[in-house]
């Protein structure tokens, strides 16, 4: 499986997407410069987390300009998967290749810490390998991860089957406890219409051996070689 | 230089017509101002008196330290660089190094909390950056006053969106630190950011412009009027009109950093560069001199290519801007155009401002002006230094356990303790702090020690901050000696080989005999403590004159120690793992309560003398800890520090998730001051069952005290004959308090 991972000016999760798509897929993927014009030729395209122009604007508002997001685009609408982890997620949102918007955080302030995430269903490329309602322990490290959505567009995401996580209690119950940033209905990750691009906020690149703290993130990769090997 | 608009070099620059108030506004004295005469032999121009001015500033030349500094133990086989470059440099073996430094931003960050906490986290990750070291972790060490003082929720919450604001963007995780609270810091707060890189020891950095006729070049950020004067405000107390110097605060830009760092590591990968040094304190004076002077050459630079972002800036401004995110370099002849084609693709200025010469003087030009003309290695030197008198603090009295009335209710103390503004989690501040970033953090905050993996190995980097004030002010000779044990133990406590440290000295005003002598006694505790631990001082800052109209902070030499894990499969830490595990005090417990967090809770001060520490006795109980960590036979292990045995036990517990039986094994010692004494030299160990007995016996055999003092079982702390506390009540409360108090 080849990927290719994009850098914008002060991404800083790029290197740790790299490790963990090599561990997992057996292939370096390729870092691919903001400036560039054109993506390799690949089977994932990875946006990573960071902090791309400093998020001094909305967060991934200026990334969404960059040069290679005409071909990011291009490529996701050609069916080419793409991944949008954290700050990814937000350059997926500010392309529109994803809707809705990721607001400031309910109370305020940057979150670093393990949530407990709702596997909504597993009959996608991103979530083959965990079980449908399984709950995973997932990192999230964010300022900006508070999802909203017009009523019509939420509406139309749950009823199609679009959110792809939520965020829950140890029990599965998506309650305003478990919720770390006030997103609607708990979202913490959403698919596109065609079930191939993915934004989420926790990172998944982040809990892919014990000695970090645990596995769960690694059943995202999985899935991925699984569909696209 | 090729520039043909530059003239002479013989030329002196026009005096500025002086007056005392202008040498007092540079904070000179008037005998440093005569010893500047003589140097120069003229009058200076106003952008020379603006350089001596920072040059001799208590921040930039340590006049009133330098000659305690060196009497600090700076050697050992680990160590690649001492004291006196950007940061401290210790070898890891394999080929790698750790890069290293502490420094304060205090002053700065009580008048503006967020931007100063953020440029003093900025600052220190340029100085391991500028070494060739890509930084992999942060940690601060802040101490803020009395919980419920009016300012005090404000400058709590400015600093650590401070922090975690630069420290996030640019991607490197905070991992650990500590944080006091104080009255005594009610008006001068204390922000101290500690930063550890990873280098190849082949590829390490120097400040040294060795050669003339090379090109000196900035990049980076452009100059602004910034943080004029910043060194010489945090050499001086605050008064009434200490608002007044909100303006002399920088503004810090993670962005412009984060894309820094990759761009100075991009261009390290190559040989282009010959010396580089970051422009901190003193901005572009303190950079050209100190890389002139360990050069051995001079400097002439022409301000008019410096890049600028306002107009109409003068010498003087340029020169003592200390606008946040550049560097000075000085590279190979001919290797610009390479250099300049990286900063370009990282969108940052690129510009040759000068070149080093065989005069040995910095030759400032602007605007075909000469604006300064200074010898470099007479600028360097010539600061003055201080032997400044002091008293030795007097020896506190040894308070007794019969003294302080006992508690009644140990439990209840326990609870009451690890639910107040000493003991209570931290966990509202970590959470603020990307600590995960980079993939390596093998133990996250709230243990004894952050581990980080070194990345693509199975080594393991310990680091902790620590000291403990209110022992230092009560006896700074023993305060000193367990600032740098509590660093060696917490280090040691996760299973890593203790390295070297670096420090952050805030003290008050050193022209007071008093502050003098706790500076002096608690170098002397230190200087001591590193030299029986072979742990030496690498690198560090210090920082005085911590007052306000005349009140000063307690002593304050904030220690950061590293130390190294061989195999992160070996490391421990403090949560307890199975039922029946036993539960193993290792060091004697004598109830000691002398300025414990017990005896202010039952007496509502602190009083006496802190607890001693025995540096043989340390060593001896570390490293036997330390081999029983690598061997794979313990399963948890915990320090004991603040708030004694009983809550080091409850961190235990809490972190576990598991409950603790018990044994009532105080004896004739009150059973508060058995439970909450501060006795040092101590661990709490679990062990399996079946390997209690011989662990015992092997900790005898070493002549090392070691006592059963019960088991890990339940959901509830016990001691027999005393009641229980439930874990999730005591969870709930030590969760609660920073949240209540800050929100």
Known sequence: ?229 | MSDTNLISETAIPEPVAITDELIAEHGLSDDEYKHLLEIIGREPSSTELGIFSVMWSEHCSYKSSRYHLKKLPVDGPQVIQGPGENAGVVDLGDGQAAVFKMESHNHPSYIEPFQGAATGVGGIMRDVFTMGARPVANLNALRFGEPDHAKTSHLVNGVVAGIAAYGNCMGVPTVGGETNFDKRYNQNILVNAMCIGLADTDKIFYSAAKGVGLPVVYVGSKTGRDGIHGATMASAEFDEQTDEKRPTVQVGDPFTEKLLLEACLELMSSDAIIAIQDMGAAGLTSSSVEMADKGGVGFTMNLDKVPQRERGMTAYEMMLSESQERMLMVLKPGSEPAAKAIFDKWDLDFAVIGETTNTGRLIVHHKGVIEANLPVATLADSAPEYQRPFVKTPEAPQVAPSDIPASEDVLGTLKTLMSGPHLCSRRWIYEQYDHMVMGDTVQRPGGDAAVVRVHGTNKGLASATDVTPRYCYADPYEGGKQAVVETWRNITAVGAKPLAITNCLNFGNPTREEIMGQFVGCLEGMGDACRALDYPIVSGNVSLYNETNGIGIPPTPAIGGIGLIDDIATQATVALQDEGDVLIVVGETNGHVGQSLYQELQTGEFNGAPPAVDLEVERKHGDAIRTLITEGRLKAVHDTSDGGLLVTVAEMCLAGKIGAQLSDISGNIPAGSFWFGEDQGRYVISIAASDSEALLADLAAKGIAAYQIGIATGKEISIAGDGSLPLEQLSEEFEAYLPNLLA
């Open chain 1, 1 to 229: 499986m080849r990927s290719s991972v994009i850098v914008f000016p002060a991404s800083n999760c790029d290197r740790d997407a790299s490790v963990a798509l090599e561990d997992i897929t057996g292939t370096k993927p390729t870092m691919v410069w903001h400036a560039e014009s054109t993506v390799p030729d690949c089977d994932l395209i990875l946006l990573p987390g960071g902090f791309s122009f400093g998020d001094y604007l909305r967060s991934g508002a200026m990334a969404a300009q960059s040069p290679i997001m005409k071909d990011v685009i291009a490529k996701a609408k050609s069916g080419v998967p793409v991944l949008g982890i954290c700050n990814g997620f937000q350059v997926l949102v500010e392309s529109e290749l994803l809707p809705g918007a990721l607001m400031r955080n309910r109370d305020i302030k940057f979150l670093c810490k393990d949530v407990q995430l709702k596997v909504e269903r597993n009959d996608t490329i991103f979530t083959s390998k965990y079980d449908a309602g399984e709950i995973i322990t997932i990192p999230i490290a964010h300022h900006d991860g508070n999802y909203f959505a017009s009523e019509d567009k939420l509406k139309q995401l749950e009823d199609e089957g679009r959110v792809a996580f939520r965020y829950v209690n140890e029990i599965g119950e998506a309650t305003p406890e478990a919720n770390p940033n006030g997103s609607q209905n708990n979202i913490a990750g959403i698919y596109s219409k065609s079930m191939k691009v993915l934004g989420l906020m926790p990172h998944p690149e982040r809990l892919i051996s014990n000695e970090l703290g645990g596995t769960d993130g690694r059943g995202l990769f999985e899935s991925l070689v699984e569909a696209l090997h």
